[in-house]
């Protein structure tokens, strides 16, 4: 309704909800749409900002950590089948990364969300193919994102909540949602307000942690008895507990963990999970994504199906990335599978 620009940009302002009345503020172009939120979606969003603003520069990725993030992408959403030749034994094995040429053809003009977006490297990928990606995220890592992704013009940001999103329904060609939904109170609820998004032909792609992800027993049991109890800490004190224990203990299970002897000798100190990881910073922020976010639950991917066959999406598959999956909105009818047209002028509203 009001507000400063930059050429075509409002980088300042407040929107106004005609129907509602409800007005929400532009900040540093970024429309701030998260509205109140519960206890625990405050500490979810102030969990990730720490993270984020903590551990990811605010900056485009090198050669190698595109490649990376390409890699990512196209196997957990499946937007591009080829990728499943470069997938290792191990799917979180990267290691083949650099070997994946990117085929962004079944992103080719599409307008696409990226719920969740967090520092916005998936943003970033999948607006190299699209013609408009719009990045969703409940925290101040949006502006992370944006600083990240300056770079490009066919990207923006909204502060909001994959729980309610701040879009009319129908107005995506692909949704994809990377590690989010299951950090949301019920993710199968999360999973039906992002399929109300997509339009005809169009895609939802989910990736969620798998039942595996805790471990088996007993440091299943040890790992989420600690999440239980990082997770009620403030974001700083769970950083510090994580720069200054968690991140010592791992380096101490990798220097054990050289000679058999002593890994059989100390295995108690096995006993909990630490993600190791060669960058410092990496590993401190990989440690937090596992013990600090309060809502963190694990699925099998028949139950992921389940949500997206809710949302009236059609061919749902699980693919080789276990627990991502995708699903379609079909018309009824002969049209039915007609690909999106290059240079669509519809944008998210
Ligand atoms: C593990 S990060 C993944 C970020 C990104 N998809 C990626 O893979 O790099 C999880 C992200 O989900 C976001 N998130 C959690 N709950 C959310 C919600 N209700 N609405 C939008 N984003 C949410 C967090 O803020 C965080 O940025």
Redesign the pocket.
Known sequence: VDGASAGDEIVSGTLLCERCGDTYPIAGGIPRMAGVMSGD?RH??EH??ME?TSFVAPRPPTPGEQAVNDFLFYSRTGFDPHVFEFLNADPYDTQRASEYVPDGEQLTGAVAL??????G??TRVAAASAEYVVG????R?VDWAAAACRDLDNVDFVQ????KPPFMHRSFDRVF????VH??PDPAE?CLRLGELVREHGALAVWVYSDAYWGSWPRSMVNRALNRRISRFGSEDAKRVAERILYPLGRLQARLARRKWLKLLAAPVFLVSIPRVARRDEMIATIL?YYGPR?ISTHAGPEVVRWLEASALTDVQVLPVPTSCIGWRRPAGPRAGVPIRAGRDGRAA
């Not at 969703?136 to 925290?139: F, K, N, V």
């Not at 949602?177 to 989010?180: A, D, L, M």
């Open positions: 979606e979810t969003a990730f900002e984020f990226d719920a969740g977006c967090g520092g490297r998936f969703l995220d409940l925290g890592q909001g909540s994959v729980r949602s990377i590690g989010v950090h949301t999360s994504d809502f």
